[in-house]
């Protein structure tokens, strides 16, 4: 008798925030998509397609006027990410090291 459950294995992804990076932690059923398109499934979990959350990570968190993340979204996505909280709350993550406000992620 085990007080473990084998299916609840997790693996960490560190990621690209603004600021830095944060971990998300992955299923075993998410591993393969991540390893086959990182930029994509993480700009996913954020809501933002792969050029909106690539531009959102290389303009540091403010937004470029010609992408389409309308305000909402964004102010959305900077509210989690201060709360450390991941929009929408999918997944746990976890600061790597201490980030400014608009970088921390989390469920």
């Known amino acids: 008798m085990s007080i473990n459950d084998p299916s609840q294995i997790h693996y960490i992804a560190n990621v ?4 830095g990076a944060n971990n998300i932690s ?14 994509g499934f993480v700009a996913e979990t954020f809501g933002l397609s792969k050029l909106e959350y690539i531009e959102w990570v290389e303009l540091d968190g ?15 996505m900077q509210q989690a990410v201060c709360n450390n909280q991941r929009p929408r709350g999918k997944r746990h993550t976890e600061s790597s090291h201490a980030l400014r406000p608009g970088s921390k992620l989390s469920r």
């Open 16 to 19: 690209r925030v603004p600021g």
């Open 26 to 39: 992955l299923d075993e059923n998410e591993v393969q998509r991540y390893r086959t398109d990182p930029d």
């Open 62 to 76: 403010t937004p470029p006027v010609r992408t389409a993340l309308k305000a909402a979204i964004f102010v959305e």
